[in-house]
C-alpha cells in the first residue's frame, strides 16, 4: 500500500440507514428528471466497500471519501482544496451565461456545490464510479443541483455526448477542469473523455451552423403557429408510458417495397405502436394499416402528404413549432408538439409561459424526430423500415409513397438526371407549394443530384446519396449511440448502413427479437384520451406570450438604438482612422463608447432566445468581437497594428448595421404575426381543441 493510502483514518460517521436511505431517494428522485438510466443505476449498485467515507484530519473535521484506498480530496482539507481549485481553473468569464464547465470527477461534490452556487454556467460532472456516486448521494442532499436544468451527472463515457448535446451552443465557452486526484491517477481516462468532448463539440458546432441557415424561416413559421403551440400539448407527456413495447419507425425509402415488408407490418399491426413520416402515408394508407403516430417536421407546405389520406380523423399528428401552418390545418383527431433541444421557439415559449418542455435533439430530420418519439415512449425494440437514406438500384422513394416514381438515371455521358415526369412534377409545383414552377423545381434537381456521393450500403456495396441524407445517417448514429437504452434494427434492406444498428430484414427481426402479446394500440387510446381529457391549458397563456412579446420589442427597439449610435461612431472612427493613421483623443473616445456599446448589446441578447435566433447570423459572427478589445496603445504605431484596428472597426460598422436592419425586421414580424393573436384567454380548452377534428 502506497504512503497515500496508508493515511486513510476508519471511518467513523453517525448516519443511520434510514437516513442515508431517505437522502439517496430524494437525489435520485432529482436525478431522475434528466438521467433516469443512471438513477436506476446508482439505485441498484451493489456496495463492495471501495467507497469509503472517513474524517478528514484538518482542524474541521470534514467528511472526506477514498476510492480503492485512495482520497479522492485532499486528506486534511477537502473543503479548503474545492475552494482553491475552483478558483483556479474557473476564471470569471467562464462563470457566466453562455459558458460550459465540464467537470472530471464529483467525490463528494464540494467542488460542483461550489460552481454551482458561484455561477451561471450550466455544469456537466463526469464521475466514473458509481459506487462513489452511491455513497456521495446518501449522505448528502443533492436534490436541488441535481434536478436543476443546468447539471447534468453523467457515469459513462458515451453519455458525455449525450449531455453535451443538451447543453452546447455555437459560441459558448467550454473549460474542462478535474478533481486533482483523478487528474493524476487517471489522466488517460481523462485523455479518452476530452477526446470524446472534443467529437461532440464539433459535430454539434457542425450541426447547428447548418441550423443557422433556415433559422429565420424556421422562427416565422413558429411565430405564425403560436396560438396552436399554446394551445396543443408538449408531446413529453408520453415519456416512458409504453415502456419496453416494440416500435416502428415507417420511413419512405425503396425499400419498403421488400416482400414481406408491408405484409408483416400489416399481421403484427396491433401488437407494434408505428410512428409514421408524413411522406409514407399514403403507402401505409392503400395498405390499410393506421399508424398510431404520424410525425411532420417541414417549413414548406407539405400538407399534401396527407391530402386524401383516409385515417386522418383517427391519427395522432406530432409537429415542430415550426412545422408549415397549412399542416397545422390538417383535421386530425389530435395534434401535439414536438419541441426541440436548444430550439429557439420552443425555449421564446418556455420563457413565456414559465413551463420546461420535454426537449429533443430533432438533427433536421423527420425520420429522427420518429425514432426520438419511440424512444421518448420507452420503446426497447426500434425496427426503422423504408429508412434507406440512399438510392439503390436509382430508386428514390417507394412506389406507394405521395413522391412515388421518382428515380435517378444515369445518361450516356454518365451524368445523373432524375426521371420524373412532368405531370408527376406538377403536383409539387404552384402556390403554397415546394416549388414555384417546374422550372424552378428541375434546377433544384439538377444541383442536387451534381453533389451527389457514395455511401456504404446494407451489404456492404457502394451506394448513391445526398450529401444531406448522409448527415442525417450520423444523425441516426450519434442519438443511436448515446441513447443505448433503446435497441435499434435497421430493417432498410439494401439502404445505407447506419452504425450501432443490428442489420436484419423486417421479417428475420420479428422472428429474432419476437412481439410481445401486449396491445400497444390500444394503450396509446387511453393513455391519450384520458391525457387530453384531464389536461388543463396553461394559465393565462395568452396573456403571457403577448407580455413577452411587448418585453421583446423594448429590447429590440434599444437594440436598434444602440445599433444606430454605433454605426455612427464607427463611420466617424473609420474615417479618422484612415485620414490621420493615429489614434488621437476624440478616436479614442469613440472607441470606448464602441466598446460599450459592444458591452450593453452583449447585455440586452443575453436570455433573449427569440431576438438571438432571428439576428443569428449577425450575433454569431459579432459575437467574436465582444471580448476583442479595440486598440488604443499610443506606443505601438506601426503601420499593420492602426490597418488591423481600421479591418476592425470596418467589420464592427457592418455587424451594427446588420443588427439596426434585423432588429427593425424582427420587430414588424412580432407586429405582423401577433395583430390577430387572442387578446384574452377565453380559449377553446386543449382537451377539446383536440378531441374534435372540426375544431382544429
Known amino acids: 500500500m502506497s504512503d497515500q493510502q496508508s493515511n486513510v483514518p476508519e471511518a467513523s460517521l453517525d448516519d443511520t440507514a434510514t437516513l442515508k436511505s431517505r437522502v439517496l431517494a430524494k437525489n435520485l428522485d432529482a436525478l431522475r428528471q434528466h438521467n433516469e438510466s443512471l438513477a436506476d443505476q446508482i439505485d441498484a449498485v451493489e456496495l463492495t466497500g471501495k ?16 476510492y480503492d484506498g485512495v482520497p479522492l480530496h485532499d486528506i486534511d482539507h477537502p473543503f479548503e482544496e474545492a475552494y482553491v481549485l475552483f478558483n483556479e ?78 447543453f452546447y451552443l455555437v459560441g459558448d465557452s467550454f473549460q474542462v477542469f478535474a478533481l486533482p486526484v ?64 416494440p416500435g416502428v419507425v415507417v420511413s419512405a425509402g425503396p425499400s419498403l417495397d421488400k416482400p414481406g415488408v408491408i405484409e408483416s407490418l400489416k399481421q403484427y399491426r396491433d401488437k407494434l405502436i408505428i410512428a409514421c413520416v408524413g411522406q409514407a402515408a399514403k403507402t401505409l394508407d392503400k395498405h390499410g394499416i393506421v399508424p398510431d403516430f404520424v410525425v411532420i417536421l417541414e417549413t414548406k407546405n407539405v400538407a399534401n402528404q396527407l391530402n386524401g389520406v383516409s385515417f386522418l380523423d383517427q391519427v395522432n399528428l406530432v409537429l415542430l413549432p415550426q412545422t408549415h401552418e397549412a399542416v397545422f390545418d390538417l383535421p386530425t ?19 413565456a409561459l414559465g413551463k420546461e418542455f420535454h426537449p429533443y435533439p430533432h438533427n433536421g430530420t423527420v425520420s429522427v424526430t420518429a425514432m426520438l418519439l419511440l424512444q421518448n415512449l420507452g420503446c426497447k425494440n426500434i425496427f426503422l423500415l423504408g429508412q434507406d437514406l440512399a438510392f439503390p438500384e436509382g430508386q428514390m422513394y417507394s412506389k406507394d409513397s405521395v413522391y412515388k416514381n421518382r428515380r435517378i438515371k444515369t445518361l450516356d455521358d454518365g451524368t445523373l438526371e432524375e426521371d420524373w415526369d412532368e405531370a408527376e412534377a406538377s403536383k409539387f409545383v404552384g402556390e403554397g407549394h415546394l416549388y414555384k414552377n417546374l ?62 444498428c443490428e442489420h436484419l430484414p423486417f421479417v428475420e427481426a420479428l422472428q429474432k427479437h419476437g412481439v410481445p402479446d401486449v396491445h400497444p394500440k390500444r394503450t396509446v387510446e387511453s393513455v391519450l384520451g384520458q391525457y387530453y381529457q384531464e389536461t388543463e391549458p396553461f394559465t393565462d397563456p395568452y396573456s403571457k406570450v403577448m407580455d413577452q412579446v411587448h418585453s421583446d420589442k423594448g429590447v429590440l427597439q434599444a437594440i436598434v438604438e444602440l445599433s444606430t449610435e454605433g454605426c455612427r461612431h464607427a463611420e466617424t472612427a473609420v474615417k479618422e482612422l484612415g485620414r490621420k493613421k493615429s489614434f488621437s483623443n476624440s478616436l479614442k473616445s469613440r472607441m470606448k463608447a464602441i466598446q460599450s456599446l459592444n458591452d450593453e448589446l452583449t447585455r440586452l441578447t443575453e436570455g433573449q432566445p427569440l431576438i438571438n435566433a432571428y439576428l443569428q447570423k449577425e450575433i454569431h459572427v459579432f459575437s467574436k468581437y465582444y471580448d476583442r478589445k479595440l486598440t488604443m496603445d499610443q506606443e505601438n504605431m506601426e503601420d499593420d497594428v492602426v490597418k488591423a484596428t481600421e479591418e476592425n472597426l470596418k467589420t464592427t460598422l457592418m455587424l451594427f448595421k446588420a443588427l439596426s436592419k434585423g432588429g427593425k425586421q424582427l420587430t414588424d414580424a412580432l407586429e405582423n404575426h401577433f395583430a390577430t393573436f387572442p387578446s384574452s384567454d377565453q380559449s377553446v380548452p386543449v382537451a377539446m381543441a383536440n378531441s374534435n377534428p372540426s375544431a382544429v
Open 182 to 245: 483523478y487528474e493524476a491517477t487517471q489522466a488517460e481516462v481523462l485523455l479518452d473523455v476530452l477526446r470524446e468532448v472534443k467529437s461532440s463539440l464539433y459535430a454539434n458546432r457542425i450541426a447547428q451552423q447548418t441550423a443557422i441557415m433556415s433559422l429565420e424561416e424556421a422562427t416565422d413559421k413558429a411565430l405564425i403557429n403560436m396560438a396552436d403551440l399554446v394551445r396543443y400539448p408538449d408531446v413529453g407527456f408520453l415519456h416512458n408510458q409504453f415502456k419496453d413495447m
Open 439 to 500: 422550372e424552378e423545381q428541375k434546377r433544384v434537381m439538377k444541383a442536387l443530384l451534381s453533389r451527389l456521393t457514395k455511401c456504404k450500403g446494407w451489404n456492404g456495396e457502394d451506394l448513391y446519396t445526398y450529401p444531406t441524407y448522409d448527415t442525417f445517417r450520423k444523425a441516426f448514429e450519434y442519438l443511436i449511440k448515446v441513447n443505448p437504452d433503446s435497441h435499434v434494427i435497421n430493417c432498410s434492406e439494401g439502404g445505407a448502413y447506419i452504425e450501432y
Open 51 to 66: 467507497a469509503e467515507l472517513f474524517i478528514s484530519g484538518g482542524e474541521h473535521e470534514d467528511i472526506n471519501i477514498a
Open 333 to 351: 383527431k389530435r395534434k401535439m408538439i414536438s419541441f426541440g433541444h436548444k430550439d429557439v421557439p420552443s425555449m421564446w415559449l418556455s420563457k
Open 89 to 166: 481553473k474557473v476564471p470569471p468569464k467562464y462563470r457566466d451565461h453562455g459558458s460550459i464547465l465540464f467537470m472530471f470527477g464529483l467525490g463528494l461534490g464540494y467542488s460542483l456545490k461550489r460552481a454551482f452556487v458561484e455561477t451561471k454556467s450550466l455544469i456537466i460532472v463526469y464521475e466514473p464510479h458509481l459506487e462513489v456516486l452511491r455513497t456521495t448521494l446518501e449522505i448528502a442532499d443533492f436534490s436541488d443541483i441535481l434536478g436543476s436544468p443546468r447539471v447534468r451527472l453523467v457515469q459513462e463515457k458515451r453519455k458525455v455526448m449525450w449531455a453535451i448535446t443538451q
